[in-house]
């Protein structure tokens, strides 16, 4: 059974945001990560939501803490990002 991370953050603009995640799907899916479902919250303007599908949690975690997601990051205008791993029972 697949393990699944729900991602939360601010972001300066959500539809920029939304343009570089777009972009960077390749970059996640090479790192196992697939992705479900991508939100925004009505109530937060610029307050992204998005679920991933991962296979193999140590490769997805290495990249979720990676430089180079980092720079994915800023690039989308990212900051206090919260990451929860929810695993199957």
Do not use: C, Y
Not at 2 to 28: G, M, N, P, S, Y
Request: hydrophobic share 45%.
């Amino acid at each position: 059974m697949a393990t699944h991370v729900l991602w939360q953050a601010d972001v300066a603009d959500f539809d920029i945001w939304l343009k570089v995640f777009r972009e960077d799907k390749k970059v996640r899916a090479a790192a196992g990560i697939h992705d479900l479902h991508i939100w925004s919250d009505p109530d937060q303007k610029d307050h992204a939501v998005a679920l991933f599908e991962i296979r193999n949690l140590d490769r997805a975690l290495s990249f979720l803490e990676s430089e180079e997601l980092a720079v994915h990051h800023e690039r989308g205008g990212v900051t206090h990002i919260q990451i929860k791993v929810l695993s199957p029972v």
